[in-house]
C-alpha cells in the first residue's frame, strides 16, 4: 500500500471472526492469516478474533471509525461467493441492547454489537465481507475449509485490501 498513514487517516478495524472446528465458519480465521502477512498502516488494525466475542466487543468499544467485518456468511448463494455488506447504522443504532448476552465459546455478531451497544459503544461505519459456506461440517466438527471457500479466501483478503485502500483515499464516505 502507498503511504497511507497520514495523522488524519480514520482508525479501522478489521476483524475476523469464525471457529476454524466448524468447517466453512473458520472463513474469517483463514482469511485473517492472509492479511497478516501483508504491511499495513499505523491506523489499521487486523485481528483473528476466531469465536471470542467479549475481546470483540471491548475493541469496538476502543471507537474505530470503520469496522471491516471478515466471517462465513450464509446467504442462499454458490459456495465460495463473496459478499460486501455495509449495515445501515441506525438500524445497528436502533439496537435495544438489554439482555444482550456473548456466548463466551460462540460468536454472534449481532450479540456483539447489541452489547457494545448497551456499553455505550457508537457505530461509526461497518462493513462485512462475508463468503457463502458450503458446510459447516457434521456435528463432531470438521477441520478446513471446502474448496470452493478456500479458492474464496484470497480474493476475500484482496476485497479487505481494496476497501481499506478506499476508506483512507476518501472513497468511501464516513459519517460526520
Known amino acids: 500500500m502507498t503511504n497511507m498513514t497520514n495523522m488524519t487517516q480514520p482508525s479501522i478495524l478489521i476483524a475476523c471472526i469464525g471457529n476454524i472446528f466448524l468447517g466453512d465458519d473458520g472463513f474469517g480465521c483463514e482469511v485473517a492469516g492472509r492479511l497478516a502477512q ?3 498502516p499505523d491506523n489499521v488494525r487486523v485481528v483473528d478474533f476466531g469465536i471470542r466475542g467479549f475481546d470483540l466487543a471491548y475493541a469496538l468499544l476502543d471507537g474505530y471509525d470503520v469496522t471491516i467485518f471478515v466471517d ?20 445497528i443504532e436502533s439496537i435495544d441492547g438489554q439482555g444482550a448476552m456473548v456466548e463466551t465459546h460462540g460468536m454472534d455478531p449481532m450479540k456483539v ?39 474464496a479466501v484470497e480474493p476475500a483478503a484482496a476485497v479487505v485490501e481494496s476497501l481499506v485502500q478506499k476508506v483512507c483515499q476518501g472513497a468511501l464516505s464516513l459519517p460526520a
Do not use: H, N
Open 38 to 40: 501483508r504491511k499495513w
Open 72 to 91: 462465513a456468511t450464509p446467504r442462499g448463494q454458490e459456495p465460495g461467493t463473496l459478499y460486501t455488506i455495509e449495515p445501515e447504522v441506525d438500524v
Open 113 to 151: 454489537l447489541t452489547m457494545v451497544k448497551s456499553m455505550g459503544g457508537q457505530f461509526k461505519k461497518i462493513l462485512l465481507v462475508g463468503c457463502e459456506p458450503a458446510t459447516f461440517g457434521p456435528e463432531e466438527g470438521q477441520m478446513g475449509l471446502s474448496p470452493p471457500v478456500e479458492a
